[in-house]
């Protein structure tokens, strides 16, 4: 099962309530986020351990008017986000939040146009945040974890650190801006990533660029400690940033990279024309490796897959552009049968075994695919 979309049933906190356990300079804390400034350095905590930090609605909103406040407070220096409990930076967003708002059918809602809208517009402004924001992706990351770690100016990996895009299996498609940060990856590692969900550690994240430096577990308390008690200079803060971390926090994870060891099949492969061409070729390789890689892809929603394709195949110019041909995307597939079922059977019913509508690539035509793509007139996601 794809941990991102755990979601326990927990009574959600107030914003800004207040608890004995905070520290004396904490800024703003609910049930499920942590605030906290340190000098120049704001400090975000995802406090759902239990939910491997799963990202709820409610967190973002607790997130978004601070850190569009950081942005334009020049005291800020730098932003680390981080995740509790030592399992999880952030295993994704609360999407059995939106099944259940739709009572598990395919419906137009509030929840599903909301929450994809307002996490999209949080993510634009980390890619856009003036100033180092640092993300200590340490332990499992997935989904709407990947957005708000990949698409900031430093992504730090960890021994622990396991991040995937598992979105095809429950009947999505890759999102929070992996239109633009996957179809950058080398050669065709994005297309891989995005219709396997394949998982990745440090040394492949270092390999496709999507982490931006490795920096052992244990060394994340005194690298935060560190960035406190840097004497920040105006105009030179990412370049501080990259000084502090070449020079007292250089490191390498252990082994090379397995996407090198299969880069050349991947690319081989993985450069094919559709989806079909794609699983023609890995059957044509006749190794353990491809064998299981195709097995993989017959298992996910046909759906996703041919859509996701078109996606990556695509691109984006600029994450705005990716963000929000993500978001029309995301309105759609809520009209269609393959998230709430994929849901559904990972999580509700937990059977495993996801009804597919259509059920096979062959019953999905070029048009079928290209209605995902159509404008949605005045609901389409813009920025300021």
């Not at 914003?15 to 400090?43: F, K, W």
């Not at 924001?133 to 430093?154: E, K």
Request: hydrophobic share 40%.
């Amino acid at each position: 099962m794809p941990a991102y979309m755990i979601r326990p049933q927990r009574r959600q906190g107030r914003r800004g309530e207040r608890t004995t356990e905070e520290e004396p300079n904490l800024m703003t804390s609910s049930n499920e986020i942590l605030l906290d400034r340190r000098g120049g350095v704001a400090v975000v905590t995802l406090n759902r351990p239990k939910a491997l930090n799963t990202l709820s609605l409610d967190m973002y909103r607790t997130l978004a008017p601070d850190l569009f406040a950081w942005a334009d407070d020049p005291a800020v220096r730098c932003v680390v986000i981080r995740g509790e409990g030592g399992k999880a930076f952030c295993a994704g967003g609360d999407v059995r939040a939106i099944y259940d708002a739709g009572a598990g059918a395919p419906q137009p809602g509030d929840l599903g146009a909301d929450f994809f809208r307002e996490e999209y517009i949080l993510i634009q402004r980390v890619h856009r945040f003036p100033r180092p924001y640092v993300a200590l992706i340490d332990g499992i990351t997935m989904g709407g974890g990947v957005g708000m770690s990949v698409n900031g100016s430093h992504r730090i990996a960890t021994e622990n650190t396991m991040l995937a895009m598992p979105e095809t299996a429950i009947g999505l498609f890759p999102d929070v801006g992996a239109t633009h940060f996957l179809s950058r990856c080398p050669g065709q590692l994005g297309m891989y990533l995005a219709l396997t969900g394949a998982r990745m550690r440090a040394a492949d994240l270092l390999y496709c660029g999507l982490a931006t430096h490795f920096v052992p577990r244990e060394r994340l308390p005194a690298l935060i400690d560190a960035l406190t008690g840097l004497r920040w200079i105006d105009g030179r803060e990412h370049a501080q940033v990259n000084e502090l971390l070449a020079s007292d926090f250089a490191g390498e994870p252990e082994g090379t990279p397995p996407l090198a060891a299969h880069r050349e099949e991947i690319d081989r492969c993985f450069a094919a024309d559709s989806v079909e061409g794609i699983l023609d070729a890995l059957e044509r390789e006749r190794t353990e490796w491809a064998t299981a890689t195709r097995d993989g892809l017959l298992r996910m929603s046909p759906t996703s897959l041919k859509v996701t394709f078109r996606q990556i195949r695509t691109g984006a110019a600029t994450l705005e552009e990716a963000l929000a041909l993500e978001y029309r995307l995301t309105q759609h597939f809520m009209q269609r049968p393959d998230f709430f079922e994929g849901v559904r059977a990972l999580l509700v019913d937990k059977d495993q075994s996801p009804k597919w509508r259509p059920a096979t690539l062959a019953e999905i035509s070029d048009a079928d695919v290209a209605w995902y793509f159509q404008p949605l007139g005045p609901r389409e996601l813009t920025f300021d």
